[in-house]
Nanobody, 120 residues
Framework: QVQLVESGGGLVQPGGSLRLSCAASGSIFRINVMAWYRQAPGNERELVARISSGGLTDYANSVKGRFTISRDNATNTVYLQMNSLKPETTADYYC??????????????WGQGTKVTVYS
């Protein structure tokens, strides 16, 4: 089992910045993709950004140039630096990892969510 603990959400004014963190722990053998998703009220959960084990990144069009995803493989932590925040950024942000066991079994794990509110 893999546990994910997120931190870094909060209240921020438009144009401000926040940095989300998500630390994975437990019986970790190999973490493949790490990602951030978000879900705004009344909307479906959507991908914000993802990063492969080798550092390749992919972003939603709405956040390109403003958000940066990174990871520290030594500590099994993924980060999301969010700059130039807009009110439409307001959502619950969820960390996601795809983990592979020593036996080759893959599993998807989600964090509990951290709330980001951009207000003016």
């Amino acid at each position: 089992q893999v546990q994910l603990v997120e931190s870094g959400g909060g209240l921020v004014q438009p144009g401000g910045s926040l940095r989300l963190s998500c630390a994975a722990s437990g019986s970790i053998f190999r973490i493949n993709v790490m990602a951030w998703y978000r879900q705004a009220p009344g909307n479906e959960r959507e991908l914000v950004a993802r990063i492969s084990s080798g550092g390749l990144t992919d972003y939603a069009n709405s956040v390109k140039g403003r958000f940066t995803i990174s990871r520290d493989n030594a500590t099994n932590t993924v980060y999301l630096q969010m700059n130039s925040l807009k009110p439409e950024t307001t959502a619950d942000y969820y960390c996601y990892v795809n983990h592979c066991t020593r036996d080759g079994e893959e599993g998807d794990y989600w964090g509990q969510g951290t709330k980001v509110t951009v207000y003016s």
